[in-house]
Antibody, heavy 119, light 111 residues
Framework: EVQLVESGGGLAQPGTSLRLSCAAS????????MHWVRQAPGKGLEWVAGISWNSGSTHYADSVKGRFTISRDNAKNALFLQMNGLTTEDTAFYLC????????????WGQGSLVTVSS | DVVMTQTPLSLSVTPGQPASISCKSSQSLLYSDGKTELYWYVQKPGQPPQLLIY???KRFSGVPDRFSGSGSGTDFTLKISRVEAEDVGVYYC?????????FGGGTKVEI
């Protein structure tokens, strides 16, 4: 059974940093691209970042480019999102998501980790 | 970026009746390999999204056959042949023909 479990969220002040982690199980992480998608409370889905199976390519939404960094450790079955320069606009649930293949759609999602940016 | 436009915003349905959701993309989702990169998800209350349909019309594992997807190019439709109480939630379409992945605004289905 595919499982994706996020951690690392919480309350952060504007301008500070947080690092999210996603623990993957039930599949071979190194076979798939992975994504982070966020959802502000009560709002729709916004793709944040994606990373290829071997970390060879990474892509970011314009809204986070230069501030967020996606990375992965296939040996540890883990995906990460380093978030710097947080603003109140970054307040959202951050969901880890597994790509179907290689930059295809998403087939599995984690439950999400809530990041609240507030002074 | 590819803009995904869903209609309607909300849908109130009687159990046993059909429901239909439209999704239009700002550019063709037909990839050079012949696949059309259009996906449908449902997000039930308090849960993450679940994949229903991939590549326009292929049902994901475990998805009941009352769900069907159709369309081509830029116009797509998700149909529920007979809505059940467990189908309440917000339905999203998504494109993966190019990054960034983009989603429709969602359609809330209520009973």
């Amino acid at each position: 059974e595919v499982q994706l479990v996020e951690s690392g969220g919480g309350l952060a002040q504007p301008g500070t940093s947080l690092r999210l982690s996603c623990a993957a199980s039930g599949f071979s992480l190194d076979d798939y691209a992975m994504h982070w998608v966020r959802q502000a409370p009560g709002k729709g889905l916004e793709w944040v970042a994606g990373i290829s199976w071997n970390s060879g390519s990474t892509h970011y939404a314009d809204s986070v480019k230069g501030r967020f960094t996606i990375s992965r450790d296939n040996a540890k079955n883990a995906l990460f999102l380093q978030m710097n320069g947080l603003t109140t606009e970054d307040t959202a649930f951050y969901l880890c998501a597994k790509d179907i293949d290689f930059w295809s759609g998403i087939d599995y999602w984690g439950q999400g980790s809530l990041v609240t940016v507030s002074s | 970026d590819v803009v995904m436009t869903q209609t309607p915003l909300s849908l109130s349905v009687t159990p046993g009746q059909p429901a239909s959701i439209s999704c239009k993309s700002s550019q063709s989702l037909l990839y050079s390999d012949g696949k059309t990169e259009l996906y449908w998800y449902v997000q039930k209350p308090g849960q993450p999204p679940q994949l229903l349909i991939y590549e326009v019309s292929k049902r994901f594992s475990g998805v009941p056959d009352r769900f069907s997807g159709s369309g081509s190019g830029t116009d797509f439709t998700l149909k529920i042949s007979r809505v059940e109480a467990e189908d309440v939630g917000v339905y999203y379409c998504m494109q993966s023909i190019q990054l960034p992945l983009t989603f429709g605004g969602g359609t809330k289905v209520e009973i």
